[in-house]
Every structure is written in C-alpha cells, then in structure tokens.
C-alpha cells in the first residue's frame, strides 16, 4: 500500500475540485486524487460566489473537464467569467502562494480564458486560446505525450522524455497565441509542460497532435509552473487497465503518475 | 427599449475548420461559385435605459465574455429604439 493513502486525514491535503452545470470528469479526479493520498471535495462555483467556501483553505484547486454551461458563447468562457466576476482576486493570491492550479481539458480553456496561462507578464492577459481541431472533429482516442520542460512537479516521474499514453477528447484544443512570440517566449520560459508525440518519441503531426496545436502543444503552465493547463485526461487512466495496447503492461496508468506527482508537490511544500 | 446586436467573428487570418468544412461541402453539392465562407455569431439584447448606455453595457458585455481577443473581434450595432 502506498504510504501517502495511510496518512490521518488530518494529514491528507485538501484538494478543491470545482464544479457547475456542465463539468465532468470529476469524479474521476476526484477518485485520482484520493488514491494519490489526498483528500478532495466538490466545491460547486456557486458556493464560492456565495461565500461558503474559502479556497484558501485548499492546498490545490482542480478545474475539471466537460463542457461547463454547455460550452455556450465559447468553450470555458461562462465558467471564466463566473470565477473572475466572484474569486479573481483569491484565485491570484492562491497561485501566488505556489499552491498548484489545474485545469484539464475544458479546465484547460477556463485558465487560458482568465488568463491564469501563460501569464508572462503578470497580468492575467488573455493572450492563449483553445480554437477548434483542425480536423474540424471531436477527437476521442488514446495519444501520447512527452515532459518537455523542467516543471518540479512532474520531474520525478515524466523527465525521462518517454512518451506516455492518455486519453483526448474534445473539439476545442487547439493552442493558438495573438502572437506568435508568446509561443516562443513560454517555449524558451520552459511553460510547455507536454507536448503530443508519436509513441516513440521521434515526431508528430496528425493523428498524434489530435488538433493541429501549434508546437504540438499538450500542456502549458504559468512561468512559476504550479498552474497547469492540460488538453489530454489522465485521471481517465489512474490503472494500467485503462491504458490500450502494450501500455497495459506498464506498472501505472499515466494518471498515477501525474495525480501521485502532484500529491507529492504538495507535500513536499 | 434599445435592441443591440452583436456579431462575433474570427480576426483575418485565424484558420476556422467550421467554414472550411461548410465551403468544402458546398462546392460537394454543386455550389461552385461559392468562393468562400466566413461563420459568425450574433447575440441580441433589449436592454433598458438610452441608447448610449445600453451600447456601453454591451461592449463590457462582450469584453467580459461574449469575445475571446485572441482569436476573434466583434461589431455592434443597433437594431432598434
């Protein structure tokens, strides 16, 4: 058994997974973090506009996957402006603090939307989009990804630069920048966290990059690196027998490695 | 009561798989002449007050999150008084 599961509660972190009409995959993350040793909660958007909860009292905040409010106006944009209209100030101090921020999928599109990613200069500047796959489909299938920075959340388990199998599925996860200096300072800033490969690990293109990101972009992250947005859903793999093919034989499903990698972070602290 | 309409598109440039797929599809059923397509988006809103200060409601309306800047631009116009 791991050590971190037979921690006290007490002792277990306490992890914010958000939620409002529209998200999904909570649960799984949810179930993710607890195996990983920690201890999360659904925190619905509602009770924090209401001042019931106070994120401080996490030490991270999970922004799931879905299509919160139906996607309606633009992917995560309804779910953005409900969190900047009631927490943007505590949501700043909470990243401030390094405590992790992680927003998958359409969490992914919230933090591009608030502008929480990339972030360069400080100032929450929307400068980072989610545009429609290229393929002009919803793409939901198995890819790969590889750790292409030097993030210490994930070194531990995911610098050896082997690609790792997980699972995609949207229609919106195409990285685009108002400029194309953004991508190349987040690039030189080591902000991109996973990149989309083949399953060696010797290129990409389509069908590898399932939405034509450009620098076959996965996951970036702020310039502290503890807020993360990822396109790909590892908490859909915490076991090795959700993972396809010889990757059934690996000892951990990706999400293992990656919920593990954030629990230990945390710890650590 | 002013009615406001809103038109959301893609800036130039920005590649949009919905209109390619719409274009392509368009020449497939025998509308060759078609050169090309541009999807956009309209919101209409009546809103109390004047004039004046329901297009100011709605351009913070838009920028607040009816637009992403990264990717798309916006134009309003009246509809009505």
Known sequence: MDSKSILPESDKPRVAILRMEGTNNEDEAFHSFRRSGAEPEYVHINEISRGHIDLEDFSAIFIPGGFSAGDYVRAGAIFAARLRFSVMDKLVRFISSEKPVIGICNGFQVLAELGLIPDIGGRQDRV???????????????????????????????????????????????????????????????????RYSNPDGTGCGYPWNPNGSVKDIAAITNPAGNVIGLMPHPERVYYNFQMMGNEKNDPNGTGKDFFDSVVDFILRK | MPKILVRIEYLDGVEDPESETVLKNLRSIGFGNVASVRISRSFEFDLTGNEKEAIKSVREISDKLLYNPVIQKFTIQKISD
């Open chain 1, 128 to 194: 980072v989009t989610l545009a429609p796959n290229i393929s002009s489909r919803f793409e939901c299938r198995y890819v790969y990804i590889r750790m292409t920075s030097r993030n210490k959340m994930f070194s531990a388990r995911f610098s050896n630069g082997k690609p790792r199998q997980v699972p995609v599925a949207h229609a919106e996860g195409r990285v685009l920048a108002s400029d194309m200096k953004i991508i190349d300072a987040i690039d030189e800033n080591g902000q991109i966290l996973f």
